[in-house]
């Protein structure tokens, strides 16, 4: 199991780009990265996933080192909506089983 | 409708009782999951499904049941509940289809007094 290691939490205002970045020294070679939303009362929600380099979606970026020892969720001009637990995993998507969901990141995003 | 549903969303038990939580998927997903969130932590996994009648444990299983009759259903029993056990529970379920995405329910707030 690759340990993640996130900030715990993060302040912001409406209208930055706002990165969060997620340590993960010791990830294999088959395991992928992935970050989940949460918001108050409800469950976690699919984000964004990404092997190496950049992945970009309707919501964020995610930016991988070559080493692939961390990475980096963007997200671009955040709202007040955008307050949220952010966590970041990594395993083999083969076996959702095995990830591991951290603390998360705390987003608390400021007009 | 489609999605995944969890019942009930909120539940208060005594101590020593036995209750069972419900989790329903309408889109035939294989794998499923369920989660308990206590305050202020992330989601540890309890148990967890690949098919109809194969389960296996998660990282904390002690003092749940699971089963799995149907594919769409995956309903969680603590045979006797403990104080310990007051926690949000969350069910989902995940396709493999090449991606880490799982959908969750929107929880059960199950309290033990």
């Known amino acids: 199991l690759a340990k993640t290691t996130q900030p715990i939490s993060m302040d912001s205002y409406e209208g930055q780009e706002v990165n969060i970045t997620c340590s993960h020294n010791?990830?294999?070679?088959?395991?992928?990265i992935t970050w989940y939303q949460q918001f108050p009362s409800q469950g976690p929600r699919f984000i964004i996933q990404?092997?190496?380099t950049k992945v970009t979606n309707e919501v964020a970026s995610l930016f991988i080192p070559a080493d692939r020892k961390s990475s980096t969720l963007s997200l671009p001009r955040v709202s007040l909506s955008d307050t949220a637990v952010y966590y970041c995993?990594?395993?083999?998507?083969?076996?959702?089983?095995?990830?591991?969901f951290g603390s998360g990141t705390k987003l608390n995003v400021k007009p | 409708d489609a999605g995944i549903t969890q019942s009930p969303r909120y539940k208060i038990t005594e101590t020593g009782r036995q209750v069972t939580l419900m989790c329903h998927q309408t889109?035939?997903?294989?794998?499923m999951f369920w989660y308990r969130q206590d305050l202020g932590h992330g989601l540890r996994l309890i148990y967890y499904?690949?098919?109809?009648?194969?389960?296996d444990k998660g990282e904390v299983p002690d003092g749940y049941v699971v089963s799995r009759s149907k594919t769409e259903n995956f309903p969680l029993t603590l045979e006797s509940a403990t104080r310990s056990q007051t926690s949000v529970y969350f069910c989902?379920?995940?396709?493999?289809?090449?991606?880490?995405?799982?959908?969750f329910g929107q929880g059960t707030r199950l309290t033990v007094v």
């Open positions: 010791n990830i294999a070679t088959n395991d992928y």
């Open positions: 995993l990594v395993g083999d998507i083969r076996n959702f089983n095995k990830f591991y």
């Open positions: 889109w035939s997903h294989s794998y």
């Open positions: 989902a379920s995940n396709i493999l289809a090449g991606r880490a995405e799982a959908f």
């Open positions: 990404g092997y190496k």
């Open positions: 499904s690949a098919a109809a009648d194969i389960t």
